[in-house]
């Protein structure tokens, strides 16, 4: 990756996305969910600048993932937060990156176990390829591809700084 | 068979006897000391250059299981274990099953002892029958068929009417009443002394009373009726200052401690180690040096081993629900030794608490080196080290509090009657 | 001492809960953190978590008990594990067959987990040295000695109406000497960091040494009760009683008894907790058992949150960052 991502600028975009596709399907007072920590503050931005209805709501998928055998409880905690009731509601799914798609998966378990919505719209900011489930974002702020043995990660909450690390740790920041 | 014991350090605090001599045995009985008797020649020599010959050790206190116990061990197997910490006489009480109240009993350990042929064994009789607290004892049939003493083990005889008549009755059979003195109203179920350690493990606990009410009660029953009595197993320092001062008032009185109670304390249970679970209780440190203190004052003249070996059920459940005792008979020279190298006891104090002392209060002429006596004999090699493994015990009974300690000392030689009973080096 | 050496795994995570001793501060507040995300789960339409999906929890009961194998039965099932109650009655044992064998006749049948409840202390600590070492113990109440599950959510229900444990002085009060939920309590208080932990007691049921855990011995309840924050009541059995400790429970009341009157000695936000079940007119006066400083229900509903949290906390290894796949 070798030009600069203006994270301002993407979440611009991706919030005039959202509201170009909410509108075009006809999703009437969405309600948008974060997932911690990363999706949770795009999420916060996104929310401010659309203007929504309903308080943000925050997903903790701690109790949903499939490795719990073996990598167990993450000691930091940060309980989920959903407004009573999403029966019937358009959700609005953020997330920072969008990889193998495990998290999406563990994210909507645990919406379905707080009720049944009426679709779930997901928005991802960094689609990074590498699939291992059938799950794909609706809006997605920028693909990349990424070498073997990178990440990219997001840190935040202010500022949001998203960097590429390797496994040894070497890493390139960029800033928006 | 004669046999010449050379080079070694002879030790016999009794007869101030600490000199390089050799020792020259015939048959049974040791025949020279020094010089070597005319026409003497010997069989076998046992070369006991750099080691310590002592008069073979007497344990006031063993329990080897027989009759009625055979799964925890047997004469045979706990007797082999006693000769390899060179013991060749061993009191035992008389809580076997049936219990030692009928001449049957007596004589079938006599029996299994002869067979073993591996030690002395000097039983005590019932006090009570089936140490049932209530009725006395045949004690003068007892006696007649071979025992040297009577006691009611663990069993504490709550009611102080029969408990005085039960002295005065052993005294007038002219038997040393041999008593575990424990109150059991006020041990109440406890297993573990009564202090800060037993309220944090919460532990039902022993208080230091219950052993001191029942010593000063025995006391003056003892006063009264001029009975012989001799306190086994103490545990505290409060029971060591009773039982001296009645010894300042020449009442007939004795005490030994158990080799764990000057070793260990209430501490060791720290993690539940049912192998620390122990009757009297391992008490404070204060009672340790306590006792410790009663043994270089002269108040407690035995240290035994309070032999207990068990099955490996019996450890094998929370701590209160074990079965109590542990394992010593085979560590109980290097442990004492332990002491010596410690310098809390001195090599001729401990020695002679294991030798002539232990044989005064069980009235038995043994523990002493003399020509014309019995050749039981213990040679101490005392640079060579002892390491304590339960896996590798040699009694049936695995339950050591001592696993993994290293301790100085082991012994080369042990011979009974003139007869080589244990040699280390043909160990497997 | 017992504890933390056998609670914890290589890398310093719990692996079996048996004691409040010996753990850290900060392990501590952790199952407190873990508990608050919990407690929401039983707010929700569905109740329920998968994490432990999959997974076999034996309730072994050696002694009887409702209201506790309830709650930790709850807290599997809200965990989506399945659950095998056992209440092995002392009949069982009499036959014959030891701890061992009943433990391994369990692990044949591939549980992960094995909450313990025994009238002997040790117990679970015996058990957790016995069992196969994927399988993680807790401990539900052993004899006098620990009962670490509910000493936790007496914390999670102090720091819900305190926040801080910092400058609190707590007063626990009743049959010290034989009660594990006091020696817990105990030692997660000090630990945690409170401004001074109180017992107050009879001097036939304050056991000996009890200062070395770090507490003020009172006899006199006025005094003891003097600006606490919280009080915590114990029962009182009606054993001690007829095993010559007691007189009776008149005089109890008299001398121990939390009434409006003695509560008002306390600070005036004092909370007042008791573990349950309550002897209404013995230990505590009915009156402020349901008055409005009273958190005794509120101690019940945290119960099962917190049993959620020491559960998940040792079927699963933490790690030091959020590993996994996005």
Same mark, same amino acid.
């Given at each position: 990756?070798?030009?600069?991502?203006?994270?301002?600028?993407?979440?611009?975009?991706?919030?005039?996305?959202?509201?170009?596709?909410?509108?075009?399907?006809?999703?009437?007072?969405?309600?948008?969910?974060?997932?911690?920590?990363?999706?949770?503050?795009?999420?916060?931005?996104?929310?401010?600048?659309?203007? $929504?209805?309903?308080?943000?709501?925050?997903?903790?998928?701690?109790?949903?993932?499939?490795?719990?055998?073996?990598?167990? $409880?993450?000691?930091?905690?940060?309980?989920?937060?959903?407004?009573?009731?999403?029966?019937?509601?358009?959700?609005?799914?953020?997330?920072?990156?969008?990889?193998?798609?495990?998290?999406?998966?563990?994210?909507?378990?645990?919406?379905?176990?707080?009720?049944?919505?009426?679709?779930?719209?997901?928005?991802?900011?960094?689609?990074?390829?590498?699939?291992?489930?059938?799950?794909?974002?609706?809006?997605?702020?920028?693909?990349?591809?990424?070498?073997?043995?990178?990440?990219?990660?997001?840190?935040?909450?202010?500022?949001?700084?998203?960097?590429?690390?390797?496994?040894?740790?070497?890493?390139?920041?960029?800033?928006? | 068979?004669?046999?010449?014991?050379?080079?070694?350090?002879?030790?016999?605090?009794?007869?101030?006897?600490?000199?390089?001599?050799?020792?020259?045995?015939?048959?049974?009985?040791?025949?020279?000391?020094?010089?070597?008797?005319?026409?003497?020649?010997?069989?076998?020599?046992?070369?006991?250059?750099?080691?310590?010959?002592?008069?073979?050790?007497?344990? /006031?206190?063993?329990?080897?299981?027989?009759?009625?116990?055979?799964?925890?061990?047997?004469?045979?197997?706990?007797?082999?274990?006693?000769?390899?910490?060179?013991?060749?006489?061993?009191?035992?009480?008389?809580?076997?099953?049936?219990?030692?109240?009928?001449?049957?009993?007596?004589?079938?350990?006599?029996?299994?002892?002869?067979?073993?042929?591996?030690?002395?064994?000097?039983?005590?009789?019932?006090?009570?029958?089936?140490?049932?607290?209530?009725?006395?004892?045949?004690?003068?049939?007892?006696?007649?068929?071979?025992?040297?003493?009577?006691?009611?083990?663990?069993?504490?005889?709550?009611?102080?009417?029969? /408990?005085?008549?039960?002295?005065?009755?052993?005294?007038?059979?002219?038997?040393?009443?041999?008593?575990?003195?424990?109150?059991?109203?006020?041990?109440?179920?406890?297993?573990?002394?009564?202090?800060?350690?037993?309220?944090?493990?919460?532990?039902?606990?022993?208080?230091?009373?219950?052993?001191?009410?029942?010593?000063?009660?025995?006391? /003056?029953?003892?006063?009264?009726?001029?009975?012989?009595?001799?306190?086994?197993?103490?545990?505290?320092?409060?029971?060591?200052?009773?039982?001296?001062?009645?010894?300042?008032?020449?009442?007939?009185?004795?005490?030994?401690?158990?080799?764990?109670?000057?070793?260990?304390?209430?501490?060791?249970?720290?993690?539940?180690?049912?192998?620390?679970?122990?009757?009297?209780?391992?008490?404070?440190?204060?009672?340790?040096?306590?006792?410790?203190?009663?043994?270089?004052?002269?108040?407690?003249?035995?240290?035994?081993?309070?032999?207990?070996?068990?099955?490996?059920?019996?450890?094998?459940?929370?701590?209160?629900?074990?079965?109590?005792?542990?394992?010593?008979?085979?560590?109980?020279?290097?442990?004492?030794?332990?002491?010596?190298?410690?310098?809390?006891?001195?090599?001729?104090?401990?020695?002679?608490?294991?030798?002539?002392?232990?044989?005064?209060?069980?009235?038995?002429?043994?523990?002493?080196?003399?020509?014309?006596?019995?050749?039981?004999?213990?040679?101490?090699?005392?640079?060579?080290?002892?390491?304590?493994?339960?896996?590798?015990?040699?009694?049936?009974?695995?339950?050591?509090?001592?696993?993994?300690?290293?301790?100085?000392?082991?012994?080369?030689?042990?011979?009974?009657?003139?007869?080589?009973?244990?040699?280390?080096?043909?160990?497997? | 001492?017992?504890?933390?050496?056998?609670?914890?795994?290589?890398?310093?995570?719990?692996?079996?809960?048996?004691?409040?001793?010996?753990?850290?501060?900060?392990?501590?507040?952790?199952?407190?953190?873990?508990?608050?995300?919990?407690?929401?789960?039983?707010?929700?339409?569905?109740?329920?978590?998968?994490?432990?999906?999959?997974?076999?929890?034996?309730?072994?009961?050696?002694?009887?008990?409702?209201?506790?194998?309830?709650?930790?039965?709850?807290?599997?099932?809200?965990?989506?594990?399945?659950?095998?109650?056992?209440?092995?009655?002392?009949?069982?044992?009499?036959?014959?067959?030891?701890?061992?064998?009943?433990?391994?006749?369990?692990?044949?049948?591939?549980?992960?987990?094995?909450?313990? *409840?025994?009238?002997?202390?040790?117990?679970?600590? =015996?058990?957790?040295?016995?069992?196969?070492?994927?399988?993680?113990?807790?401990?539900?109440?052993?004899?006098?000695?620990?009962?670490?599950?509910?000493?936790?959510?007496?914390?999670?229900?102090?720091?819900?109406?305190?926040?801080?444990?910092?400058?609190?002085?707590?007063?626990?009060?009743?049959?010290?000497?034989?009660?594990?939920?006091?020696?817990?309590?105990?030692?997660?208080?000090?630990?945690?960091?409170?401004?001074?932990?109180?017992?107050?007691?009879?001097?036939?049921?304050?056991?000996?040494?009890?200062?070395?855990?770090?507490?003020?011995? =009172?006899?006199?309840?006025?005094?003891?009760?003097?600006?606490?924050?919280?009080?915590?009541?114990? *029962?009182?059995?009606?054993?001690?009683?007829?095993?010559?400790?007691?007189?009776?429970?008149?005089? =109890?009341?008299?001398?121990?008894?939390?009434?409006?009157?003695?509560?008002?000695?306390?600070?005036?936000?004092?909370?007042?907790?008791?573990?349950?079940?309550?002897?209404?007119?013995?230990?505590?006066?009915?009156?402020?058992?349901?008055?409005? *400083?009273?958190?005794?229900?509120?101690?019940?509903?945290?119960?099962?949150?917190?049993?959620?949290?020491?559960?998940?906390?040792?079927?699963?290894?933490?790690?030091?960052?959020?590993?996994?796949?996005?």
């Amino acid at each position: 990756m070798s030009d600069a991502i203006d994270i301002d600028q993407l979440l611009n975009e991706m919030a005039c996305a959202t509201q170009a596709y909410c509108k075009a399907s006809a999703y009437d007072n969405p309600l948008m969910i974060g997932i911690q920590r990363g999706g949770a503050w795009i999420a916060k931005r996104l929310h401010q600048t659309l203007k $929504l209805a309903d308080p943000l709501g925050e997903l903790n998928i701690a109790f949903y993932r499939d490795d719990f055998s073996t990598l167990g $409880l993450h000691p930091e905690v940060n309980p989920s937060k959903l407004p009573a009731d999403i029966n019937n509601r358009h959700i609005i799914l953020v997330d920072d990156v969008l990889f193998t798609g495990r998290t999406i998966r563990a994210a909507m378990n645990e919406i379905f176990d707080y009720g049944r919505p009426a679709s779930i719209t997901l928005v991802v900011m960094i689609d990074r390829c590498g699939r291992e489930l059938p799950i794909q974002a609706d809006i997605i702020g920028k693909t990349i591809t990424l070498n073997e043995g990178e990440h990219v990660k997001l840190s935040g909450p202010e500022p949001l700084t998203l960097s590429i690390d390797n496994v040894k740790g070497t890493g390139t920041q960029t800033t928006g | 068979m004669r046999i010449h014991i050379k080079g070694g350090r002879l030790f016999d605090p009794v007869n101030k006897l600490d000199a390089k001599q050799d020792l020259f045995i015939a048959e049974d009985k040791i025949v020279g000391i020094k010089k070597k008797p005319d026409g003497f020649d010997s069989d076998l020599q046992i070369n006991a250059k750099d080691k310590l010959v002592l008069p073979g050790l007497v344990d /006031l206190c063993a329990r080897l299981r027989e009759p009625g116990l055979e799964h925890k061990g047997t004469i045979q197997t706990e007797s082999f274990a006693a000769n390899s910490s060179g013991i060749t006489s061993i009191c035992c009480p008389p809580d076997t099953d049936p219990v030692i109240d009928t001449p049957a009993v007596i004589e079938l350990i006599h029996q299994r002892s002869r067979d073993a042929g591996r030690t002395n064994i000097y039983p005590l009789g019932a006090l009570t029958q089936n140490l049932n607290s209530e009725q006395l004892a045949e004690m003068h049939i007892l006696k007649q068929a071979g025992c040297i003493g009577v006691s009611n083990a663990y069993n504490s005889i709550d009611n102080a009417e029969v /408990l005085r008549r039960a002295f005065e009755y052993a005294h007038s059979c002219d038997l040393t009443v041999f008593l575990y003195a424990e109150d059991n109203a006020l041990k109440n179920n406890g297993v573990a002394h009564e202090g800060a350690l037993s309220t944090r493990l919460g532990l039902p606990a022993i208080p230091e009373s219950a052993e001191t009410v029942a010593i000063s009660r025995a006391l /003056l029953l003892a006063e009264q009726t001029n009975v012989r009595l001799h306190f086994c197993r103490l545990s505290t320092a409060r029971g060591v200052q009773l039982i001296k001062a009645a010894q300042k008032q020449n009442l007939p009185v004795t005490a030994d401690v158990a080799i764990c109670n000057l070793l260990l304390t209430e501490m060791d249970i720290a993690d539940y180690n049912s192998d620390c679970h122990l009757q009297p209780p391992l008490r404070s440190e204060r009672d340790r040096t306590g006792l410790i203190a009663g043994i270089n004052d002269g108040t407690i003249t035995a240290i035994c081993s309070d032999h207990q070996p068990h099955d490996a059920d019996a450890k094998a459940t929370p701590f209160s629900l074990t079965e109590s005792g542990a394992s010593t008979i085979e560590h109980l020279l290097p442990l004492t030794m332990h002491l010596v190298n410690r310098k809390e006891l001195k090599l001729e104090k401990a020695i002679s608490l294991l030798t002539s002392q232990a044989a005064n209060i069980l009235s038995i002429e043994k523990g002493t080196l003399e020509t014309g006596k019995d050749a039981d004999i213990c040679i101490l090699d005392i640079d060579a080290s002892t390491s304590v493994s339960k896996d590798n015990l040699l009694s049936a009974g695995k339950n050591s509090p001592f696993n993994g300690w290293e301790l100085q000392g082991s012994v080369s030689h042990t011979l009974l009657n003139g007869k080589v009973v244990f040699d280390r080096s043909k160990l497997k | 001492m017992t504890g933390n050496i056998i609670q914890l795994d290589n890398n310093g995570n719990l692996k079996h809960f048996l004691s409040t001793e010996g753990l850290s501060q900060s392990l501590l507040l952790n199952i407190l953190d873990h508990a608050e995300s919990f407690a929401s789960v039983g707010e929700r339409h569905v109740k329920k978590v998968p994490l432990l999906r999959g997974k076999t929890i034996a309730n072994l009961f050696f002694e009887p008990s409702t209201r506790t194998r309830t709650t930790f039965e709850l807290a599997a099932k809200r965990l989506s594990a399945d659950i095998l109650n056992l209440n092995i009655s002392t009949s069982a044992t009499s036959k014959g067959e030891t701890l061992s064998d009943t433990l391994h006749t369990l692990e044949a049948m591939h549980c992960d987990m094995f909450v313990v *409840r025994h009238a002997n202390s040790g117990a679970a600590h =015996y058990i957790a040295t016995q069992v196969a070492p994927h399988i993680s113990v807790i401990n539900a109440g052993d004899g006098r000695h620990a009962h670490p599950t509910q000493a936790m959510l007496d914390m999670f229900t102090i720091r819900r109406h305190k926040q801080s444990f910092e400058n609190l002085r707590v007063a626990i009060v009743g049959d010290i000497l034989h009660s594990r939920v006091a020696r817990s309590e105990i030692h997660a208080l000090n630990t945690l960091g409170v401004l001074e932990t109180r017992v107050i007691a009879p001097h036939t049921l304050i056991p000996k040494g009890v200062e070395d855990l770090g507490v003020h011995v =009172y006899h006199d309840m006025d005094a003891g009760l003097e600006g606490v924050d919280v009080v915590m009541m114990l *029962r009182l059995q009606k054993e001690r009683m007829r095993g010559a400790l007691l007189p009776s429970e008149q005089e =109890y009341f008299q001398r121990y008894g939390l009434t409006d009157e003695r509560l008002a000695l306390a600070k005036p936000d004092a909370i007042v907790m008791h573990p349950g079940p309550i002897n209404r007119g013995v230990e505590i006066d009915s009156g402020v058992a349901d008055g409005e *400083r009273s958190v005794i229900l509120q101690q019940v509903s945290h119960g099962i949150a917190v049993r959620m949290a020491v559960m998940a906390m040792t079927m699963g290894r933490s790690n030091d960052d959020m590993g996994g796949s996005k």
